[in-house]
């Protein structure tokens, strides 16, 4: 099944330098497709990230927005950007938020999460992957080669932590999920024996929220993705949480609500030593 995708990240910034430049020229949308010939509604679409612009295209609105020199070099090259293909633009059966998701979690500079259910995605066993998004079938069929596909993507996703230039992420885990059974005793000794390897990583740092202290803060799992400043252009953190049915995206409106109730959650669980001990006791439990 083919699904519409949503813009990226890239898209999205160099959408909104184009629209800030415009206003700033004094210009109307109608005025910039009057100068250059184009429809409104083409000139709106680009703005809106709806469609991808072209690299002419941004050639000449830069020379309508009299943009020269550095910064001139820097929009095109963060059009050249967006441009590019992604590699999950082969997985045309994914649900379109899933994609979405992907799409800003691949250009995060640093991830947030806390998990409530089951361990996160980024740190994963493909077995115990399996069992996860296989427990869907019990919702939702997936036919077997969709299965192994969700699970080829998710270990995919997983690159992001051991690139050149690897994403920050920390997390924040609720006792239970070392407990909770996914799949057999194997697929729970690997996962944990998987995750004490991963803290061992200079940009992975996880805290256990242990069941035995009074929770003030009782949230659904949710994934803070916060943005680095590219060519000056900054992009607003964004949270995502889950339902049975969608994926939703928080403006940053709320992101800050979620800023805290992770701050406070981090200062609840046990420090990263002692949660490492807890990971191996865990483990050897199993």
């Not at 010939?37 to 690299?55: C, H, L, M």
């Not at 690897?166 to 996962?191: C, F, H, T, Y």
């Not at 992975?204 to 949710?222: K, M």
Request: proline content about 4%.
């Amino acid at each position: 099944m083919s699904t519409s995708r949503g813009p990226s990240v890239r898209q999205r910034r160099l959408a909104a330098e184009l629209r800030r430049l415009r206003e700033r020229m004094g210009l109307t949308g109608d005025e910039v497709a009057e100068r250059l010939t184009w429809s409104t509604a083409k000139v709106s679409r680009i703005e809106n990230a709806r469609t991808g612009a072209k690299i002419s295209d941004v050639h000449r609105l830069l020379d309508l927005y009299e943009i020269d020199d550095g910064r001139r070099g820097d929009l095109i090259s963060l059009a050249h950007d967006a441009a590019e293909r992604d590699w999950w633009e082969d997985y045309r059966d994914l649900p379109s938020p899933l994609a979405d998701f992907i799409a800003l979690e691949s250009e995060a500079s640093a991830v947030r999460e806390w998990g409530s259910t089951v361990f996160p995605g980024l740190l994963q066993t493909e077995s115990y992957a399996r069992h996860v998004i296989g427990g869907w079938s019990a919702l939702a069929t997936l036919p077997p080669q969709e299965l192994e596909r969700r699970v080829e993507v998710r270990m995919r996703r997983q690159e992001l932590l051991r690139r050149a230039n690897p994403l920050e992420l920390s997390v924040v885990m609720d006792e239970a999920v070392l407990q909770r059974r996914i799949g057999d005793r194997k697929v729970m000794r690997e996962q944990l024996e998987h995750l004490c390897g991963m803290t061992e990583l200079p940009n992975v740092t996880v805290h256990i929220l242990p069941l035995d202290i009074a929770h003030s803060v009782l949230a659904e799992t949710f994934i803070l993705l916060e943005f680095k400043p590219v060519h000056d252009i900054v992009f607003p953190d964004i949270v995502h949480t889950e339902s049975l049915t969608i994926s939703h995206f928080a403006d940053e409106t709320v992101t800050y609500m979620y800023r805290l109730a992770y701050t406070n959650l981090a200062g609840q669980a046990w420090g990263t030593d002692e949660s490492r001990r807890r990971l191996i006791e865990a483990r050897d439990a199993w």
